[in-house]
């Protein structure tokens, strides 16, 4: 999960390290899309993804995935623990699609990483931590981890995971303010609705461990959710920061939450609530079917360039809508924004670093993520491919 909104342009005092190495100024030059997106090939798009994810992990050194590779410094970051959590699914997904047995053994060692990366107090921490300093624990970063152990146990039926995964749940149960959201715990300091994912992850935890019960604790953060709901669907602390429009990436993570926790305890006014931010969106995505990095509190673009992770974000959203409602429309809308990533996508390119993965943003110096390619936009291309190869 990328931090922090910055110009469109890089600022003319931007350290010049690495930046003119040519893998750099080729990915540069691969910034403008075809005219004709063409009829999307999955299997190219997907193995090429993959790929880059196997890559990813190779090069860091502590198990885990690295964050991103940094075109600027010509570098793998640090593992990151949140996104290598809610990556185990997908690769589990991968290996029962593609009878991949090197994916399922890939997915496990992660989960085996994650719970060497835990707290004292049960939760996990966010990546851009001093090694040499307290471990404190991130109330997102554990929930999202909390989904890859639920995976790998299901997987497997080892209890580990599911002891991480419930150890993990009872600390989100212990931190959370009356007032339903999580106030202390937080990354940057702030109380964000995309906590609503959280809750998904508790009440998926109550699913495999009944014992652990959530519901009233999930249905009070769900609240405080809508509570920070305009009347037009947009949501207040939705950014990553006060003051900050939130990125079409945060905006999923909220209303994914609010979808799936909905359907969990049959509640219609989360599902409700979900529906309106993707029913919005669907009317603001541009003709090349991208949306706009981020929109402000009218839903009107403040950005030019687009958040790759949350095109393909809410092309999920849309596809889930499309098979709750079977409403062609949401087909329609994920097909065209996966088409739009796809066509960014390089397939070609000499650098591992490069080759296969998703950057931050559209172009490549954009807002989101600038001149990085996160491990966590390969992971929601991936789960966007597959979920339309199945519609």
Not at 44 to 63: F, N, P, Q, T
Not at 80 to 91: D, M, R
Request: aromatic share 10%.
């Amino acid at each position: 999960m990328g931090t922090g909104q910055r110009s469109e342009l890089p600022p003319s005092n931007s350290p010049r390290v690495n930046v003119l190495w040519p893998f750099a100024i080729g990915a540069l030059a691969l910034q403008r899309l075809p005219r004709d997106l063409g009829k999307l090939q999955i299997g190219s798009h997907l193995d090429g993804a993959l790929a880059w994810i196997v890559r990813a992990r190779a090069s860091g050194s502590d198990g885990g995935i690295p964050a991103n590779f940094d075109l600027v410094r010509n570098r793998w970051a640090a593992s990151y623990p949140e996104t290598t959590g809610y990556t185990v699914p997908t690769l589990l997904a991968c290996a029962r699609r593609l009878h991949g047995p090197d994916l399922r053994s890939l997915a496990l060692s992660l989960a085996d990483y994650l719970l060497d990366v835990g707290t004292l107090e049960g939760g996990v921490g966010h990546w851009k931590r001093r090694a040499d300093g307290p471990q404190t624990p991130v109330v997102f970063d554990t929930g999202q981890v909390i989904l890859g152990w639920l995976a790998a146990w299901h997987d497997t039926r080892d209890a580990r995971y599911l002891d991480a995964a419930v150890a993990a749940a009872e600390w989100l149960l212990q931190a959370q303010d009356e007032t339903g959201a999580w106030i202390q715990y937080q990354h940057l300091g702030y109380a964000k609705v995309i906590d609503a994912r959280v809750a998904w992850a508790m009440l998926k935890v109550a699913q495999a461990y009944p014992a652990y019960t959530c519901e009233s604790a999930v249905r009070s953060c769900l609240d405080w959710v809508l509570s920070q709901q305009q009347g037009n669907g947009w949501f207040n602390r939705a950014g990553f920061q006060a003051g900050r429009d939130p990125f079409t990436h945060t905006i999923a993570y909220t209303a994914e939450g609010l979808l799936e926790s909905g359907i969990l305890l049959d509640e219609p006014r989360y599902t409700d609530a979900s529906r309106k931010v993707a029913d919005v969106l669907l009317t603001l995505q541009r003709t090349d079917g991208s949306l706009a990095s981020t929109y402000d509190d009218t839903w009107h673009p403040t950005s030019r360039s687009s958040c790759l992770t949350g095109n393909c974000q809410i092309a999920l959203l849309w596809h889930r809508f499309y098979e709750l409602l079977g409403d062609t429309r949401y087909l329609e809308a994920a097909s065209r924004a996966i088409a739009f990533v796809a066509a960014t996508q390089n397939l070609t390119s000499s650098h591992p670093g490069v080759r296969g993965a998703i950057a931050g943003s559209f172009p490549v110096y954009g807002r989101y993520e600038r001149l990085k390619y996160p491990n966590w936009a390969a992971k929601f291309f991936i789960d966007a491919l597959l979920a339309l190869a199945d519609a």
